[in-house]
């Protein structure tokens, strides 16, 4: 054993799926303005902070957190207005729900779908838990069709594929736009399997499917506090019928919630007008970020309920250079799907943060004319 190297046993052991893999790549972002990652720009009040920084001071972290975070669940279920006989799973991260949900369903041949350009972690978790994967592209267009569903078409690779698993990212990341609710409505009942609708967004968004989940017994729909404030402390949750969540429970991580995610989160959703609060105000300074980039001529800038703006511009990867030369990241999808040719994504920030990414944008687009 000890002549081969640890690449060539590695290579010879690991499933070819793992071997083709990319690694998901998280670019250096220190001493640059963050904008790249969706993540809510503000810290806690002082107060709130105090009262965590004691609530982590007491907490039994010698102890195996409560497995069924009893408590946490409870102030998630009030928050969330579940309808009767739901119940909430959680995860660590919303990534986490996806893997469970791939490998509860994953049986020989099992297949996902879901739409494109959509999460990317939708195809990377079908592909590392060896299940085929399926993407619809959405539709193009030059106005309010654009990236919306092509129900033609995705009815039709359903009825073609009879995935048992399909994601649908309401709003959509990376283009930001929600769905026509009647259309998914239409997928779900279209589909022999599972849907899930991934509210990542929900904060910024105008409408949710929570309040149909008693609709449909093959819905299932997956938030995270991500995108809220808590991307840090990786929780994120599915709600549905308890008649799918006692299932999907037995393939749960006893601890997968650590004892100080639990604590934390429970803290600041006790304190969850705050957060809210903050995504008020991301709202209304994404809204007037998409006036602002829609102002310049050289950008095209689509309608978003979530928390970023995406927009396509000439020399995408030239500009986005030029942003982090200025000290600004934001994400550059060029190269990705043939249908982001050309697009950045940048994330609401503060409102100075925005300036100043609308100021780099700016001096990159002069010095590149
Ligand atoms: C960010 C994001 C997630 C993952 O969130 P985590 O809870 O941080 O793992 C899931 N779905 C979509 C569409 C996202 O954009």
């Known amino acids: 054993m000890s002549s081969i190297s640890a690449s060539s046993l ?25 904008l790249d990652a969706m993540e809510n720009p503000y810290l806690l009040p002082p107060v709130l902070r105090d009262e965590i920084a004691e609530a982590v001071a007491a907490a039994a972290i010698n102890r195996y957190p409560d497995p069924g975070a009893a408590s946490l669940k409870e102030k998630i279920r009030g928050l969330t207005g579940l309808p009767q006989g739901m119940d909430v799973l959680l995860g660590n991260g919303s990534d986490e729900l996806i893997q469970l949900l791939a490998m509860a369903v994953n049986k020989p041949g099992a297949t996902l779908l879901s739409v494109e350009p959509s ?23 030059s106005g309010a069709e654009n990236f919306s569903l092509d129900l033609p078409a995705t009815l039709a690779a359903i009825e073609r594929e009879q995935p048992a698993l399909v994601f649908l990212a309401y709003p959509n990341n990376p283009t930001g736009n929600l769905f026509s609710a009647d259309a998914v409505a239409q997928l779900i009942e279209a589909a022999p399997g599972l849907v899930v609708v991934d509210e990542a967004y929900y904060a910024f968004a105008s409408d949710s499917f929570i309040p149909r989940l008693a609709r449909y017994p093959n819905l299932l729909v997956m938030r995270t506090f991500s995108k809220l404030g808590m991307a840090g402390l990786r929780l994120g949750f599915l709600a549905g019928s308890t008649a799918w969540l006692e299932q999907l429970e037995k393939l749960r991580l006893p601890y997968n919630v650590g004892v100080l995610p639990q604590l934390v989160a429970e803290k600041l959703l006790g304190h969850h007008e705050v957060l809210q609060q903050q995504a008020e105000q991301i709202k209304q300074d994404r809204d007037k970020l998409y006036r602002q980039l829609g102002e310049i001529a050289a950008v095209r800038v689509y309608p978003s309920e979530a928390n970023f703006l995406l927009f396509r511009i000439a020399n995408a990867t ?13 994400k550059n999808l060029n190269g990705g799907h043939p249908m982001l040719k050309d697009c950045l994504r940048v994330t609401v920030g503060t409102p100075d943060q925005n300036m100043k990414f609308i100021a780099a944008l700016q001096e990159t687009l002069t010095q590149l004319a």
Request: proline share 3%; charged share 15%.
């Open 10 to 34: 590695a290579g010879s052991l690991l499933r070819q799926e793992v071997l083709d893999l990319h690694a998901y790549h998280v670019p250096d972002s220190s001493g640059c303005i963050k």
């Open 119 to 141: 999460f990317v972690m939708y195809r990377m978790i079908a592909t590392f838990t060896g299940m085929r994967y399926v993407g619809v592209p959405l539709a193009t267009g």
């Open 318 to 330: 030239a500009v986005f250079d030029g942003l982090k030369q200025r000290g600004v990241l934001i």
